[in-house]
T-cell receptor
Framework: DAGVTQSPTHLIKTRGQQVTLRCSPK?????VSWYQQALGQGPQFIFQ???????QRGNFPDRFSGHQFPNYSSELNVNALLLGDSALYLC??????????FGEGSWLTVV | GESVGLHLPTLSVQEGDNSIINCAYS??????FIWYKQESGKGPQFIID?????DKRQGQRVTVLLNKTVKHLSLQIAATQPGDSAVYFC?????????????FGTGTLLAVQP
């Protein structure tokens, strides 16, 4: 049984560009959340998707958007990238309020 | 505002000793707590969780204690091994919401000396 899978694992983008990160939840999980983790800090909640809708959003600008597909997989899109967007982006999945599992993350470097 | 903080940013222990990592939370409405282990370059790995109707829960070599009176959480690791070296985060979920948004602390680095 595969856990939470994310792609790509590493990527480098130029300031002003756009990026799309992808996540496949653990089998049986229907809820996907995205977190941003800056170096040396704890993960910060970006938003959560359930039944293909954004259910809650953290304190992130509209440049951050997402989508959930009927198979529960999800994408995180970031537009107009800034240097400060460089971070590890984590996807977490769960079913109801059961145990929350994380993927290995996507390392984004903005230059 | 909401916060989950850790008392000790770095903890150094000898292999075989027991480790205790502490965490303070500020939101009395929090009803679910999780400890995660994060190794360098990897995502957070679930260790153990506890709900607010419990004060203790045990896993394999790990025990989580919850003291709601003083809003304190601790993770005890028995017979610490070099493979336990990592950053440990406590995270909380606030009851009343329709989501399971996690609020993380800044983490404690556990360094196990051979």
């Amino acid at each position: 049984d595969a856990g939470v899978t994310q792609s790509p694992t590493h990527l480098i983008k130029t300031r002003g560009q756009q990026v799309t990160l992808r996540c496949s939840p653990k089998s049986g999980h229907d809820t996907v959340s995205w977190y941003q983790q800056a170096l040396g800090q704890g993960p910060q909640f970006i938003f959560q998707y359930y039944e293909e809708e954004e259910r809650q959003r953290g304190n992130f600008p509209d440049r951050f958007s997402g989508h959930q597909f009927p198979n529960y997989s999800s994408e995180l899109n970031v537009n107009a990238l800034l240097l400060g967007d460089s971070a590890l982006y984590l996807c977490a999945s769960s079913w109801d309020r059961d145990t929350i599992y994380f993927g290995e993350g996507s390392w984004l470097t903005v230059v | 505002g909401e916060s989950v903080g850790l008392h000790l940013p770095t903890l150094s222990v000898q292999e075989g000793d027991n480790s205790i990592i502490n965490c303070a939370y500020s939101n009395s409405a929090s009803d679910y707590f999780i400890w995660y282990k994060q190794e360098s370059g990897k995502g957070p790995q679930f260790i153990i969780d506890i709900r607010s109707n419990m004060d203790k829960r045990q896993g394999q070599r790990v025990t989580v204690l919850l003291n709601k009176t003083v809003k304190h959480l601790s993770l005890q690791i028995a017979a610490t091994q070099p493979g336990d070296s990592a950053v440990y985060f406590c995270a909380e979920i606030v009851d009343g919401g329709a989501t399971n948004k996690l609020i993380f602390g800044t983490g404690t680095l556990l360094a196990v000396q051979p």
